[in-house]
T-cell receptor, first 115, second 112 residues
Framework: AQSVTQLGSHVSVSEGALVLLRCNYSSSVPPYLFWYVQYPNQGLQLLLKYTTGATLVKGINGFEAEFKKSETSFHLTKPSAHMSDAAEYFCAVSPFSGSARQLTFGSGTQLTVLP | AAGVIQSPRHLIKEKRETATLKCYPIPRHDTVYWYQQGPGQDPQFLISFYEKMQSDKGSIPDRFSAQQFSDYHSELNMSSLELGDSALYFC???????????FGDGTRLSIL
């Protein structure tokens, strides 16, 4: 079974500061990894994904994440926070093979950006 | 680009009533997933379909059923609704069961 742990249900940063949202996964084999963002009353928008290949993945809106197998981590970063980044962020995993490809989500991190 | 369409966006029902949620996947996507997100919670997988056949089942109550039709749209049927069914229901689609999944904006179901 796969699971995802997001450390910190709430993170606050100042505008222009570094954003770091932590995600660790548990899986018997390296899974596919994703970060989704959810704005209030909206659906889940894919920020970035890791499937295979380069471990540093760049996504939309200036976000990036690095897959570290040895640490079973996939932390999300952004060098400079913008007010529009305030939202809920979900880390998710999926098996890389097999018929069951549903996503397992972490509990989410609410990002607040302070002016 | 076309996205996943869910209808209705909002639905209000009373206890013990039934509800039907619809999902129209991205064109040429053959895989549909349903998720339930309770207030302040992460999305939980309910059920998925690939090429009109159920491919996997998660924490879907027996009171719920779903199917995927020949045009690949999917419907989630919910009966004997309970207060605890109040949630945001998401549909996601993908091609050939591959990643990533693309999500709709969800249906917010409120049970009175």
């Amino acid at each position: 079974a796969q699971s995802v742990t997001q450390l910190g249900s709430h993170v606050s940063v100042s505008e222009g500061a570094l954003v770091l949202l932590r995600c660790n996964y548990s899986s018997s084999v390296p899974p596919y990894l994703f970060w989704y963002v959810q704005y209030p009353n909206q659906g889940l928008q894919l920020l970035l994904k890791y499937t295979t290949g380069a471990t540093l993945v760049k996504g939309i809106n200036g976000f990036e994440a690095e897959f570290k197998k040895s640490e079973t981590s996939f932390h999300l970063t952004k060098p400079s926070a913008h007010m529009s980044d305030a939202a809920e962020y979900f880390c998710a995993v999926s098996p890389f093979s097999g018929s069951a490809r549903q996503l397992t989500f972490g509990s989410g991190t609410q990002l607040t950006v302070l002016p | 680009a076309a996205g996943v369409i869910q209808s209705p966006r909002h639905l209000i029902k009373e206890k013990r009533e039934t509800a039907t949620l619809k999902c129209y996947p991205i064109p040429r996507h053959d895989t549909v997933y349903w998720y339930q997100q309770g207030p302040g919670q992460d999305p939980q997988f309910l059920i998925s379909f690939y090429e009109k056949m159920q491919s996997d089942k998660g924490s879907i109550p027996d009171r719920f059923s779903a199917q995927q039709f020949s045009d690949y749209h999917s419907e989630l049927n919910m009966s004997s609704l309970e207060l605890g069914d109040s949630a945001l229901y998401f549909c996601a689609s993908s091609s050939l069961g591959e990643q990533p999944q693309h999500f709709g904006d969800g249906t917010r179901l409120s049970i009175l």
